[in-house]
Each structure stands twice: as C-alpha cells, then as structure tokens.
C-alpha cells in the first residue's frame, strides 16, 4: 500500500496532517495525489478487473486461474494480465 492510499483509506477517522507525519510524506504531495486523474495504466487495470470479475460471476464463481485467463484472451484482453490482483479467487477442491 502506497503512503498516499494510506493517508486516503484513512482520512476520515483520523486528520491528514498527523497521517501523513506517520506515513512520511508531505500534506501537499496527499492533495495533489488526490486531485491528479488516474492514470492510463490505472484506468485499464480497473476495466480488466471489472471484466474478471463479470467472467467469474458468469461462471458462478467456479472458474480457476486457467479458464479465466482463457475466456479474458477469448475476449482479446492482453494475455499477460494477472487476474488475481483482482482478488477472485476460485473455490476449494471438494474431497
């Protein structure tokens, strides 16, 4: 987790000044962190996780690593892209 994510996820309960004191960084990098638009790389990793997770539900949340990366490549996404960063996660094996 970056400084400034932490300074974000945490601004509500605590004041900004003394979370950034603790994470070390500077006021001013956090509110310029927070105007600055996402980035290209950042906006395609959001629609592809957006995507998984639309494969995975689709296959009522049984599919693996595998078929996923298979039916993501079926649908032309790039082959190298890590879908558990995602967070999907397929069931356990039964015995």
């Known amino acids: ?3 400034f994510r932490f300074v974000a996820d945490h601004r509500a309960a605590h004041c900004v000044k ?3 004191r603790t994470a070390g960084c500077s ?4 509110y310029d962190r927070a105007r600055r ?4 790389h950042a906006r395609r990793h959001h629609e592809l996780s ?3 997770d639309q494969v ?3 296959s009522r949340r ?3 690593a595998p078929r996923i990366h298979a039916e993501l490549r079926r649908l032309g996404a790039p082959p190298r892209y890590c879908w558990a960063s995602a967070g999907t996660t397929a ?3 039964r015995r």
Do not use: Q
């Open 62 to 64: 049984t599919y693996g």
């Open 56 to 58: 995975h539900e689709r």
């Open 27 to 30: 006021r001013a990098g956090c």
């Open 50 to 52: 957006a995507l998984i």
């Open 1 to 3: 987790m970056s400084r």
């Open 37 to 40: 638009p996402h980035s290209a």
């Open 91 to 93: 069931p356990d094996a």
């Open 18 to 20: 003394r979370l950034c």
